[in-house]
């Protein structure tokens, strides 16, 4: 069998599209996987570091209002359709998978160009112009939340990498603060805002580093690896580490007792399988779904929310420090994140495009 998978850009799109790759694998190591990308996308470095072949289309932007770029679509679209389908075509494609994002339309397009069978998956509550296309051309649609308003959609979870899915933080805690540097014992607080990170986190944590250090609390503080910091903090016990990036997020979440970060899909889909609670600031801008991904959780009790324009040291402080001195409550909210949790979207998933392969 062979398996096209369409998902290109950021984190989001990729991630899950390579953790369905290495469910199919498990299923039958025999199946061929091809991913869709493009040049400028994170997949260039993402898809080969996992092994997988990575097979190049023209990018194509869809701008979301009327401009003149937008004459510019239809050629720049036929010869990345042109593309995508001649990838299907050399491959042997039986089945093409789409995550979203710039290489989805094309390859949804070169799909039925070709007469290869389609599944959509949506992680995010508000589909993408490339997922809302992809619908409309299959009725095998899988979604991330249960209420992404879709045509024949199913939800099924965001599929993750099994490091995280299988992650078992308490067992794995003393071990994970040890590669961080920290202390076994001290309530501890992973610091994120996605995969580039957030300046707004970034900034008002930095700001409550000396505050933090005095209520006896240590940070794991991932900025993201285009941003720098003005004023390292100075040395000392708890620690304030500081890192551009993190390869091992398991490792990450397995030291942390509670999280300050965004709420993009992925990362509530992980901080709920693993367990984990967090403060909850979802990006300012865009459609709102980053509120969406994080309401359900907090509604359960497996987390906080607080807006952008509202996070400040002051309400790090009056917030997450008496939270992380109180074990019963982070261990209640712990729970309540698990019971959002879905471990098994990669499984799931993987079964329903070998069963729509096979028919």
């Known amino acids: 069998m062979r398996v096209v998978l369409a998902g290109g850009g950021t984190a989001g799109h990729i991630e899950p599209a390579l953790a369905l790759a290495d469910a199919l694998r498990q299923f039958d190591p025999s199946i061929g996987i091809t991913c869709l990308g493009t040049e400028r996308g994170l997949e260039t470095r993402l898809v080969p570091a996992r092994g997988y072949e990575l097979a190049l289309v023209p990018a194509v932007p869809l701008p979301r209002a009327l401009t003149p770029q937008l004459l510019t679509v239809p050629g720049r679209l036929a010869g990345a359709i042109s593309a995508a389908g001649g990838i299907l075509e050399r491959v042997g494609a039986d089945i093409l998978v789409g995550f979203g994002g710039y290489v989805a339309t094309p390859g949804y397009l070169g ?32 979604t991330g939340h249960p209420d992404t308003p879709l045509p024949n959609a199913e939800h099924v979870g965001i599929p993750l990498r099994k490091d995280v899915s299988t992650l078992d933080r308490f067992s794995l805690g003393d071990k994970a603060r040890s590669y961080f540097g920290l202390e076994s014992d001290r309530p501890t607080l992973l610091v994120f805002g996605g995969s580039q990170g957030a300046r707004s986190i970034n900034n008002s944590a930095l700001n409550a580093e000396p505050y933090l250090r005095r209520a006896g609390i240590q940070v794991i503080h991932v900025i993201g690896p285009k941003n720098t910091v003005e004023v390292e903090p100075p040395p000392g016990d708890p620690q304030y580490v500081i890192l551009p990036y993190v390869d091992r997020m398991d490792l990450a979440y397995a030291a942390a007792d509670l999280v300050l970060c965004r709420s993009g899909a992925m ?9 984990l609670p967090a403060a909850y600031v979802p990006l300012p801008h865009g459609n709102g779904e980053q509120r969406l991904n994080a309401e359900p959780i907090v509604r359960a009790g497996g987390g906080l929310m607080v807006d952008d324009a509202e996070l400040s040291p002051d309400w790090i402080m009056r917030n997450l420090a008496p939270l992380l001195h109180d074990p019963n409550r982070i261990a209640a909210m712990s729970e309540a994140a698990a019971r959002m949790g879905r471990k098994d979207a990669d499984v799931t998933l993987a079964r329903k495009v070998l069963e729509i392969a096979a028919r």
């Open 267 to 275: 990362t509530t889909a992980e901080l709920t399988a693993v367990g």
């Open 111 to 142: 799909a039925r160009r070709k007469g290869v069978p389609i599944v959509v998956h949506e992680a995010n509550p508000r589909p993408g112009l490339a997922n809302r296309l992809g619908a409309r051309l299959t009725t095998h649609v899988f």
